[in-house]
């Protein structure tokens, strides 16, 4: 079983810093996720109504496969200037200028991509519930490998994949898991640890060290050079308040170390050019390292706003997505796309004035017998939700419903629904304006 140790660093008290950042002039302000840029001027970036795109770094337009609802948040990845894929369900081979429709394992989307560093043909992918795919063909066909094993044996258990990466072998590779198990007397328990393959994806090993220590729980995991040093952010909860964490290995995997603690909870990291300078980004507060991890800087951006996702081409320029709402931060709330060209050490603070959501709508991340989602209008209107599988076929619908102006819940009956991942599709009308959300929830025995 491999272990965690805690270093204990000589660093100084959190420098507070005021970055300078570009607020970009976005077609839209509403449901900014995934980003991913090549260079300057070309930036792709994911929202509520589809894939936004540049290639001079001003004019946006919105790409024309825009075809499928959004279930759930995009992601977008490149592999190089030319392959790139928006939730493996659709590939470019030529710079994000045109997508096509890829063959994917019974339609599923799949929920994050790895192709080791210098492969354009072989990459691994992992859809939310325990499945782990494979194209040896860049991309345009996936096959399903063998199943991960038991993590709770003799329980009821759900593993859903949370990040995946192949650094460099083709063979080697890690993939970041949230742990569900069924307990016997109706109550769940989770953790997040990660699995190891050394031989492409046949077999997995756990990593346990997740399932006992509640100061360990990795959920997204990069390893920017080569497969010896690596990162992993996660985090732990105290109460009713989730602190971040980032952990690293100096041999590849075998041990990790805590390198930064008691944070905001790390929503995105990033590593452009080397395992030295890195960024993470959690609330409203993103950290630097220019050491590899031994210190960090901090700067605060804004203080009523959230994060979502980061991407940087290089060590000084970079991209942020980010909501207005930063207790929920739903995908369709008022939102920004931020850029920096001085890698976070700036000029002064930028705030972004949004206007705040109609709706603001909660579930709980896991439910058994009954979903029930929590609400606050802003005002009174129409709102009108359904539920769906990962496969995004719809299992039960509320219709429409008026609601008044102020706090209410709604419900779903899901005792007869099997044990997988569900969206919630939430749409809200009023005199001020439509808006949509989707949410994400996980059913269990």
Request: hydrophobic content about 35%; some cysteine.
């Amino acid at each position: 079983m491999r272990i965690l140790r805690y270093v204990f660093l000589v660093v100084s008290l959190p420098v507070f810093l005021r970055a300078s950042w570009e607020i970009l002039d976005m077609p839209t302000d509403r449901g900014f996720t995934a980003i991913c840029a090549l260079n300057e001027n070309t930036i792709f970036v994911e929202g509520h109504e589809g894939l936004w795109k540049t290639f001079d770094g001003s004019s946006w337009s919105l790409d024309s496969t825009n075809g499928r609802p959004r279930m759930h948040p995009a992601f977008v990845y490149f592999v190089d200037d030319t392959l790139g894929f928006i939730r493996g369900e659709r590939l470019t081979i030529d710079g994000g200028k045109t997508w096509q429709l890829v063959d994917t394992i019974n339609g599923h989307s799949i929920q994050s991509i790895s192709f080791p560093r210098g492969q354009s043909s072989v990459g691994y992918g992992a859809w939310y519930i325990e499945t782990i795919c494979k194209t040896i063909d860049g991309g345009w066909h996936w096959n399903q490998l063998p199943p991960l094993p038991d993590v709770y044996p003799g329980f009821d258990e759900i593993i859903s994949p949370d990040d995946i990466c192949f650094p460099s072998d083709p063979d080697t590779g890690y993939l970041t898991v949230t742990c569900i198990k069924q307990l016997s007397d109706g109550e769940i328990e989770y953790h997040n640890s990660y699995f190891e393959t050394v031989d492409g994806g046949q077999t997995w090993m756990l990593n346990e060290e997740g399932l006992w220590n509640d100061d360990f729980n990795p959920r997204y995991i990069d390893f920017p050079e080569n497969s010896t040093v690596g990162y992993m952010s996660g985090g732990y909860e105290e109460g009713t308040t989730w602190f971040g964490c980032l952990y690293k290995t100096t041999d590849g995997g075998a041990t990790w170390d805590t390198v930064l603690k008691d944070r905001p909870y790390i929503v995105s990291m990033c590593f452009p050019e080397s395992d030295q300078v890195g960024y993470v980004f959690g609330d409203s507060v993103a950290h630097k390292t220019a050491d590899g991890g031994k210190t960090w800087r901090q700067a605060v951006i804004t203080h009523d706003s959230t994060f979502y996702e980061c991407h940087f081409i290089n060590d000084s320029v970079g991209f942020v997505t980010g909501h207005k709402n930063i207790q929920l931060c739903m995908p369709y709330d008022p939102g920004f796309v931020l850029k920096t060209t001085d890698g976070l050490i700036g000029i002064k603070e930028d705030r972004v004035e949004v206007q705040p959501s109609l709706l603001e709508v909660s579930a709980p991340s896991i439910f058994a017998d009954e979903l029930v989602l929590r609400y606050q209008a802003r005002e009174s209107g129409r709102i009108k939700v359904e539920l769906f599988d990962a496969a995004g076929r719809q299992m039960q619908s509320l219709g429409c419903i008026h609601v008044n102006c102020g706090q209410g819940s709604l419900s779903f009956d899901g005792a007869l629904l099997p044990s997988g991942v569900y969206f919630i599709r939430v749409e809200f009308s009023s005199d001020q304006g439509n808006e949509n959300q989707t949410l994400r929830a996980v059913k269990v025995r």
